[in-house]
């Protein structure tokens, strides 16, 4: 937490002006009673609600990006050429590739899964190894990373032993009711390595959902519909923000990126996304480009990691050649 913190502010003194940050402070600091708030169990639940019944607001910090360089020598020519034909998203794919580092992609059945060995092997135990599509249909990212205080950063979350046996982080849920709890039995249930037989239960678990081309390879907007994770351990409902936003790319002949929030706010809080990661005004958001989203900023804070990764270009740039959409 401490170094995502950090790394947010270099981050947001590298983009925002000092007064740009002084008009969001009341915003910052209703965030910050939030990250207080994870650390007082007791409170939190009634403090959750009151949280999201207050809706955010703000002026948008920032004005729209500078003009940018917008002939980057021969990716634009790749775009060009990519747009005329219809084999486009392939070609800008790999055309984007000689430009854009890719990060290495898991194979489906290990998209999103976790290793968590912040403290593990130090005490002589092995790693956890968490998996985020085995706990898609037990709830909404919210109630991990909102209500249940999990770091969206992995080997961030300071979790000891104890804490589980007190109800919190994993031991929320696995308390021997709602899943197998914290007994001498199951202790190899969490520390453990990636399971033998992990394909073969990840191709049952992912039969009935509709296929992508990449990740998880399953259309989770889908799969979420028929898998209706809980939204909330305080019984709150998602709130009804159906804005969808085109997001025009500053580049030439660039389709615009689309941002829909119903398929977010379906499964995250608006907490997870502003101010830290979004400004809340369409286009204010500052260095709001490819590079950094592959770099794991803005979308690529959880696209790339656990929703479905960057390579697939149409699901964010729907008018790109090829699309579904
Ligand atoms: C059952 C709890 C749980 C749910 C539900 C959950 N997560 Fe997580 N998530 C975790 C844990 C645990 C970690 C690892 C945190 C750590 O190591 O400190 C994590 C880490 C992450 C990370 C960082 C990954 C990395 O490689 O650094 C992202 C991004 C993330 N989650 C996104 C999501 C999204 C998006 C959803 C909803 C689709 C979601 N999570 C649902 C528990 C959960
Ligand atoms: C929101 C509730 C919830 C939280 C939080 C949660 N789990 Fe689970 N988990 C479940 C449920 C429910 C199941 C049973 C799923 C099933 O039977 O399909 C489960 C199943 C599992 C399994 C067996 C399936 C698999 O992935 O092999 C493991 C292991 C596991 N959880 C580990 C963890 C760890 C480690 C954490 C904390 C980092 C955690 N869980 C946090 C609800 C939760
Ligand atoms: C529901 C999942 C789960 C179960 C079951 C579980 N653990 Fe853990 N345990 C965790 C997580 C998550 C961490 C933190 C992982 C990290 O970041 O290194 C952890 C950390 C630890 C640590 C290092 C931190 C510390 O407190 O020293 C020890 C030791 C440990 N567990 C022992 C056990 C033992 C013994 C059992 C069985 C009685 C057990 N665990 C069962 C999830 C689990
Ligand atoms: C997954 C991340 C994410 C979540 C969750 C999210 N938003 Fe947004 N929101 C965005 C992005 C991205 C933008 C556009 C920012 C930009 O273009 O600089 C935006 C813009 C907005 C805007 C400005 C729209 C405009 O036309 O200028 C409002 C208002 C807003 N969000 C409210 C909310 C509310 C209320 C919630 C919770 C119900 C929420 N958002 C949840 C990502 C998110
Ligand atoms: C906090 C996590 C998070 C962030 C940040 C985020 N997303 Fe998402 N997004 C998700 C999750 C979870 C889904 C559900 C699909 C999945 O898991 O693959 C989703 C779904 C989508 C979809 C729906 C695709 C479809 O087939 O209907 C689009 C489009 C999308 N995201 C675009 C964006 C864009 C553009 C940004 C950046 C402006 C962004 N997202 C930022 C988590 C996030
Ligand atoms: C998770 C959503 C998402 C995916 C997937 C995605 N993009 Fe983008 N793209 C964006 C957003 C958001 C912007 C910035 C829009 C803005 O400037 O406000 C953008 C901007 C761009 C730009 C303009 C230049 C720049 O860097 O800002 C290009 C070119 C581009 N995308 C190409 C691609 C290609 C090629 C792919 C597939 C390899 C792809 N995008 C996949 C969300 C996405």
């Known amino acids: 937490m401490k170094r995502r913190q950090e790394e947010v502010a270099v981050w947001r003194g590298e983009l925002a002006r000092r007064e740009e940050v002084a008009v969001w402070r009341g915003a910052l600091a209703r965030r910050e009673e939030v990250v207080m708030l994870s650390e007082e169990p007791a ?53 984007g590739g000689q430009y854009w580092d890719f990060p290495p992609m898991a194979p489906p059945h290990e998209y999103g899964d976790i290793v968590m060995d912040r ?16 706990h898609r249909r037990t709830a909404a990212c919210l109630v991990c990373h909102f209500e249940l205080g999990f770091e969206m950063e992995k080997g961030q979350t300071e979790i000891v032993e104890e804490d589980l046996g007190n109800g919190l982080y994993c031991g929320a849920c696995h308390d021997g009711k709602t899943a197998f709890g914290n007994t001498e039995k199951t202790c190899a249930n969490c520390h453990r390595k990636r399971p033998s037989g992990w394909k073969k239960k990840f191709k ?65 809080d608006c907490s ?39 390579q697939d270009c149409k699901r964010c740039h729907p008018k790109m050649r090829g699309s579904r959409h």
Request: hydrophobic share 45%.
């Open 119 to 134: 403290v593990s092997s130090a005490a002589g135990r092995k790693p956890v190894y968490f998996s985020h599509w085995s």
């Open 272 to 310: 997870n996304c502003h101010p830290d990661i979004f400004n809340i005004k369409k286009k204010s958001t500052k260095h709001f480009e490819m590079r950094f989203i592959l770099a794991g900023k803005f979308c690529g804070v959880c696209h790339g990691k656990v929703a479905f990764p960057v």
């Open 204 to 268: 049952k678990f992912a039969k009935p959902f509709p296929k992508t081309g990449y990740g998880n390879r399953i259309d989770w907007v889908e799969a979420t519909e028929k898998l209706d994770p809980p939204f909330s351990l305080s019984g709150d409902k998602p709130m009804a923000f159906d804005k969808r936003l085109d997001l025009a790319a500053e580049w030439a002949m660039v389709p615009p990126a689309m941002f829909p929030h119903v398929p977010h706010v379906r499964l995250l």
């Open 43 to 95: 409170r939190r639940r009634e403090d959750v609600v009151l949280w999201r019944r207050e809706p955010m607001r703000g002026p948008g910090m920032g004005r729209r990006k500078s003009f940018p360089a917008m002939c980057r020598g021969g990716f634009f020519l790749v775009l060009v050429v990519a747009m005329l034909f219809p084999w486009a998203g392939k070609v800008v794919a790999q055309g």
